[in-house]
């Protein structure tokens, strides 16, 4: 069974520019979750959805970052314009139930120069 | 402002030896807990879950939670080279919120 998957693996590009980042849940999981993890932050938590609807977008840290969920099978977090601070590993992850097991993707290296 | 605590290490354990992981949280009506294993370059891999006071085992790994106390502990049993890693603690606070507040994680090397 394909665990989550997401895209690209890496990413870089230049301060300024929009920033796409793809994520396919685990089937049948109904809650997705966005996460940074930096050396300095540690792991964490952006917004998450249940149920293709976004729940918990306090972890957004400013509007330069959007997040879609169009169907229950991916997921788009977007920075626009990206900054080098932005520079961070990107995780998806979901779970099927409340309170439940998250299962991480491999993650998104994202390096903005 | 909910916190997981743990300790940064590095936590070095001799192959064969028992390495033992602590985490404590500040919310005493948290109910579910992880450990979570993360490869250098790689993501949190779940290795286990406990949601009720005691010890649960699965295989080398034992995850103990007290409540009352608030730490939940992760033992792993014949170290091996294999289990060098950071291990992430992460509490789920419960009430209808799928959140999960990790900790900063305990890099474990086990030295052969």
Redesign the interface.
């Known amino acids: 069974d394909a665990g989550v998957i997401q895209s690209p693996r890496h990413e870089v590009t230049e301060m300024g520019q929009e920033v796409t980042l793809r994520c396919k849940p685990i089937s049948g999981h109904n809650s997705l979750f966005w996460y940074r993890q930096t050396m300095m932050r540690g792991l964490e938590l952006l917004i998450y959805f249940n149920n293709n609807v976004p729940i918990d977008d306090s972890g957004m840290p400013e509007d330069r970052f959007s997040a879609k969920m169009p169907n229950a099978s991916f997921s788009t977090l977007k920075i626009q314009p990206s900054e080098p601070r932005d520079s961070a590993v990107y995780f998806c992850a979901s779970s099927n139930r409340e309170g439940s097991e998250q299962y991480f993707g491999p993650g998104t290296r994202l390096t903005v120069t | 402002q909910k916190e997981v605590e743990q300790n940064s290490g590095p936590l070095s354990v001799p192959e064969g030896a028992i390495a033992s992981l602590n985490c404590t949280y500040s919310d005493r009506g948290s ?2 807990f ?1 450990w ?1 294993r993360q490869y250098s370059g ?5 290795i286990m ?1 406990i949601y009720s006071n005691g010890d649960k085992e699965d295989g080398r790994f034992t995850a103990q939670l007290n409540k009352a106390s608030q730490y939940v502990s992760l033992l792993i049993r014949d170290s091996q080279p294999s289990d060098s890693a950071t291990y ?1 603690c992460a509490v ?1 606070w ?1 009430f ?10 305990t890099r474990l090397t086990i030295i052969p």
């Open positions: 109910q579910s992880f979570y790689k993501s949190p891999e779940l879950s992430l789920n419960g209808g919120n799928e959140k999960l507040t990790f900790g900063t994680g």
